[in-house]
């Protein structure tokens, strides 16, 4: 007997920790400046908004194409890791 089912426990991650991942992760870049500069500040606080603006934009492909598009907290460790491999090339 094979059971082929999958079950879906995919719960939002706060915005607050969203941040506090961000910062964790993206402290040692010392290409944004220093710890209090308005940049960092600014990208700090838009990529918890980036990732849960995708999270809805998924919510509406899914009711208009009734297709699933996730949003994980794998997906946003992707985010930063793409966003430092991206700050990393250009200096």
């Given at each position: 007997?094979?059971n082929?089912?999958?079950?879906?426990?995919?719960?939002?991650?706060?915005m607050?920790?969203?941040?506090?991942v961000?910062l964790?992760f993206?402290?040692p870049?010392?290409?944004?400046?220093?710890?209090?500069?308005?940049?960092?500040?600014?990208?700090?606080?838009f990529?918890p908004?980036?990732?849960e603006?995708?999270?809805?934009?998924?919510?509406?492909?899914?009711?208009?194409?009734?297709r699933?598009?996730?949003?994980?907290?794998?997906?946003?460790?992707?985010?930063?890791?793409?966003?430092?491999?991206?700050?990393?090339?250009?200096?």
């Amino acid at each position: 007997l094979v059971n082929c089912t999958v079950i879906d426990w995919f719960q939002p991650w706060p915005m607050d920790a969203l941040y506090n991942v961000g910062l964790k992760f993206l402290a040692p870049i010392e290409q944004l400046g220093p710890q209090d500069s308005p940049s960092r500040q600014g990208i700090l606080e838009f990529l918890p908004f980036s990732f849960e603006s995708s999270g809805k934009v998924a919510e509406v492909f899914m009711a208009n194409e009734r297709r699933f598009a996730y949003t994980t907290p794998k997906s946003f460790l992707e985010l930063i890791k793409l966003y430092t491999t991206m700050v990393g090339a250009k200096v």
